[in-house]
Nanobody, 124 residues
Framework: QVQLVESGGGLVQAGGSLRLSCAASGRTFRTYAMGWFRQGPGKEREFVAAINWSGRSIYYADFVNGRFVISRDNIKNTLYLQMNSLKPEDTAVYYC?????????????????WGQGTQVTVSS
């Protein structure tokens, strides 16, 4: 079992950057594929990015379009999402998630563990 705690959200102007972190408990972090999802106001939760255990396999949602970078540090048990060129439409609660799989997944139903989320607000 793993517990996930996100941090790094906040208020930023359009065009700015934020780096989200997701700290995982336990000694088995490196066995989990990880993902970032988001849920905007009045919207369903949507896939943002995912990474396999080694970091060598990464998927991004189309809307990322080179603006975000997902990474992980298996020594620090931490997942990251560097977000650049932020837009008002990126405003959402961002969640990290984990599951025991060998490849990244875009389907949220595959993920067994979720953090509580961190709010990102991008002003125009």
């Amino acid at each position: 079992q793993v517990q996930l705690v996100e941090s790094g959200g906040g208020l930023v102007q359009a065009g700015g950057s934020l780096r989200l972190s997701c700290a995982a408990s336990g000694r088995t972090f490196r066995t989990y594929a990880m993902g970032w999802f988001r849920q905007g106001p009045g919207k369903e939760r949507e896939f943002v990015a995912a990474i396999n255990w080694s970091g060598r396999s990464i998927y991004y949602a189309d809307f990322v379009n080179g603006r975000f970078v997902i990474s992980r540090d298996n020594i620090k048990n931490t997942l990251y999402l560097q977000m650049n060129s932020l837009k008002p439409e990126d405003t959402a609660v961002y969640y990290c998630a984990a599951f025991t799989g060998s490849l990244p997944e875009v389907n949220p139903s595959r993920y067994n563990y979720w953090g509580q989320g961190t709010q990102v607000t991008v002003s125009s």
